[in-house]
């Protein structure tokens, strides 16, 4: 009986089949099962796969010599004489798209071949070969290809380039676009909320001023011109605080008696009279005229011609002898006194004694306004001078400290020192209780914020100084125009991330046709090498998407 089994050796990749007879041994015998032996094992070789790594096709092809180490030198005479042949084609649709876009490899010639049979049949003579020079440059081309299986290593050489580097390299391109869209998608969300908090920052500023911020200029313009009825108005507010000052009044003379100086005058003339003149304040009259001082910041100084001077009546007295004097009258009597000797005509007599006192009037600055006319700083009125300004405000905020103070001590009073020490003390420190000295602080509290809020500092620098209002709006449409430059900054984004797209867009079909001409290709040889291995599978090994 003859038995065939497989062995397997420790290599797994090297097995034998081995035929033994329980029977016999002779050398007829043993041929007849060694012939089968072979023909068996190679029924069987012809089912195992042929597994090639495509990373190492090329040396494969090297190595088991279907194609030559020098295989390029060929190569390059086969694209020059196909880029020759190709500059004189016939007019075909299909020899067209084979010519357009894609690199000619050795079936791309074949299929040429194969249409040239059609459109150069006339041309074929009785030995049954062509006369046309474009069927046999192409002819020419395919043997140059086949020998030595030129074309063989072509398209090995195309699938690994395809492989290890055209493919990686769109995929990252493809990846890269996607990444710089996350990136710039990020920016522009930034970009949108800086933007927003800058115009955020904008608008609270002009909160802060009162205006709306569509004409920064004109409205701290329409602000400064209300800047004097808002004035009044916080006067007006003085009329509610005289409880506040009476009680202010009552507790001091109380406490210390009898004080030297007044207290709070300039809110107390505030409240009787108003957002009067700082020459009234100062003078107590009303002045008879008023006349404000005009800023000179804003006025462009130019040249005096000389016809534009001014005389003042003097010029006799340049053409004098410059060692002359003024004379006062004052040295001349002294110097009667002293020769003995009558005064000159040219002597001023004061109708005075020598011994009678000269009295000199200092008249302090302003004091023009005592013949009724508020000149300079005694024009303005007590809220627009800043020194009679800030004194108001002190005096506002010492009631106010008072009256807190006041309360606090009225929380604290429950003990029974408290209770005797304001037995003797006036009705109406008595009858005060923590709900009325509550109202008074509010009174004045509210004056003074609506004195010394943002505002109303600004307008007051703005008042004391024109050219300051430029500087603010500066400030304030800076911050705009931060904003709109930001804003452009995201429009930038929307623009490039767009651009990020369109360049993704346009690489992807070009991947896809790479992928697609790879798997054609990767089919092509995997058909080629298994007709040379009878008709073997075989597997191109790697990654080919």
Not at 184 to 212: H, P, V, W
Request: charged share 25%.
């Amino acid at each position: 009986m003859h038995l065939l089994h497989r062995n397997t050796s420790q290599d797994a990749s090297q097995e034998c089949y081995q035929i033994k007879c329980d029977k016999c041994d002779t050398k007829p015998h043993k041929e007849i099962l060694g012939q089968v032996t072979q023909s068996l094992v190679k029924q069987e070789q012809r089912k195992w796969p042929i597994d090639i790594q495509t990373s190492k096709l090329l040396d494969w092809l090297v190595d088991r010599r279907h194609c030559k180490l020098k295989w390029q030198n060929s190569v390059l005479a086969i694209r020059e004489k196909i880029n020759n042949a190709i500059q004189d084609m016939p007019e075909n649709e299909e020899i067209k798209q084979l010519l357009s876009g894609s690199y000619i490899h050795y079936f791309h010639c074949l299929r040429i071949v194969e249409i040239l049979r059609r459109t150069e049949a006339s041309t074929k003579n009785i030995f049954g070969s062509y006369s046309s020079q474009r069927m046999k440059d192409w002819q020419e081309i395919v043997s140059l290809y086949e020998k030595d299986s030129v074309y063989l290593a072509e398209l090995a050489s195309l699938v690994v380039r395809n492989v290890n580097y055209e493919i990686p390299s769109l995929k990252k391109q493809i990846s890269k676009c996607q990444q710089l869209q996350q990136e710039y998608s990020r920016k522009e969300l930034d970009y949108i909320n800086n933007a927003a908090a800058l115009r955020d920052r904008f608008f609270i500023s002009c909160k802060q001023f009162g205006i709306t911020g569509n004409d920064v200029r004109q409205e701290l313009l329409s602000l400064c011109s209300d800047l004097p009825t808002g004035l009044d108005g916080i006067a007006e507010g003085t009329r509610n605080l005289t409880d506040a000052l009476e009680l202010y009044e009552a507790c001091v003379a109380f406490v210390c008696g009898s004080v030297s100086e007044p207290i709070a005058p300039l809110l107390k003339h505030v409240q009787l009279k108003g957002n009067t003149t700082v020459y009234e304040w100062r003078t107590g009259r009303t002045p008879l005229t008023i006349e404000r001082p005009v800023s000179t910041e804003n006025v462009e100084t130019q040249p005096m011609e000389p016809a534009d001077t001014i005389d003042w009546g003097d010029d006799g007295m340049a053409e004098t002898d410059q060692s002359a004097e003024i004379d006062w009258g004052i040295t001349l009597e002294e110097s009667v006194e002293v020769n003995g000797q009558e005064p000159g005509a040219d002597v001023i007599d004061w109708g005075e004694s020598t011994s009678a006192a000269v009295e000199i009037d200092m008249v302090e600055s302003g004091a023009e306004g005592d013949d009724g006319v508020a000149k300079g700083n005694d024009a303005l009125t007590i809220l627009e001078n800043t020194e009679t300004r800030n004194q108001f405000i002190n005096e506002l905020m010492e009631l106010q400290d008072f009256l807190t103070q006041r309360l606090t001590e009225m929380s604290e009073e429950a003990d029974i020192l408290s209770i005797n020490q304001f037995q003797t003390a006036p009705a109406i420190i008595q009858n005060q209780d923590s709900a009325k000295v509550v109202a008074m602080t509010t009174l004045v509290k509210d004056l003074v914020q609506r004195l010394t809020n943002v505002k109303m500092q600004h307008l007051f620098m703005i008042h004391a100084s024109p050219r300051y209002i430029d500087r603010v709006t500066e400030l304030l449409q800076q911050k705009l125009k931060q904003a709109n430059a930001v804003g452009e900054k995201q429009h930038l984004m929307v623009k490039k991330r767009q651009q990020s797209l369109e360049e993704q867009a346009a690489l992807e079909p070009t991947l896809d046709r790479l992928i697609q001409r790879t798997k054609d290709l990767r089919k092509l040889i995997e058909a080629d090498v298994s007709r040379r291995y009878q008709n073997r599978q075989v597997n191109l090994m790697g990654v080919i998407v």
